[in-house]
């Protein structure tokens, strides 16, 4: 691992570690090399963006959303690390490219939904323990989402976050509602393993997989 990965490594385990001076020096070391990725994007294939998305902005909300709610992910190294903000860009891109007027609310401080804010149990729980640890369950679910195709991804976050009706969630996604009931069906033992994945260390086999779409 080179001395700039150590760096890296080191500011994360800050962060976690709750000093947030830490995320922003982390992200003034990625913001010009991340900030020439998403604008070769706006440019090519999310060009309907150019004129309502500034890719500076773009780069420090979505990069920076996404540190905040992910769990205590160590990257092995710099590309590692790199290779995750540019999963979290493309997917705040293809977020507003379908839902151009969630922009208002997400500089708002409310969620986009490239992260998942998977809802806290409304039960109030006197073992702090548990708290942390339901705390972390979440934030790995949110994690993973990342890295499922757009319309899974869709369908996660109607249902669960936003707590739509299958016939609300086969409305947004086109399709019936049956169908969308048993793709949901199917997803969630999917999206269970890639937690174990993501949990084991196998990052680079989610990264190396077929961009998400």
Same mark, same amino acid.
């Given at each position: ?5 150590? /760096? ?10 709750? /000093? ?38 773009? &780069? ?13 992910? &160590? ?37 986009? %939904?490239?992260?998942? %804010? ?7 729980? /006197? ?18 989402? /990342?890295?499922?195709? %757009? ?9 669960? &976050? ?52």
């Amino acid at each position: 691992m080179g001395e700039n990965s150590g /760096e890296t490594v080191e500011l994360l385990q800050r962060w976690h570690g709750g /000093e947030k001076e830490a995320l922003h020096v982390l992200l003034k070391r990625f913001l010009p090399r991340l900030h020439q990725f998403a604008s070769a994007k706006l440019h090519t294939e999310f060009s309907q963006l150019q004129r309502e998305q500034d890719s500076l902005d773009l &780069v420090q909300t979505s990069a920076a959303k996404a540190l905040e709610y992910v769990p205590p992910f &160590v990257p092995r190294d710099d590309e590692q690390f790199f290779g995750l903000l540019c999963t979290f860009v493309l997917n705040h891109l293809r977020n507003r490219l379908r839902s151009p007027g969630r922009l208002a609310a997400e500089r708002k401080g409310e969620f986009g %939904d490239s992260v998942l %804010d998977l809802r806290p149990s409304e039960r109030s729980s /006197e073992n702090p323990s548990q708290v942390v640890q339901e705390a972390e369950e979440r934030a790995w679910a949110r994690f993973a989402l /990342e890295f499922l195709p %757009d319309l899974d991804r869709r369908l996660v976050l109607l249902r669960v &976050v936003e707590q739509a009706s299958w016939e609300e969630v086969a409305a947004q996604l086109e399709i019936t509602p049956d169908a969308a009931r048993m793709r949901y069906n199917r997803l969630m033992p999917e999206l269970a393993n890639m937690i174990r994945r993501l949990r084991e260390g196998h990052v680079d086999d989610l990264l190396s997989r077929p961009a998400p779409v």
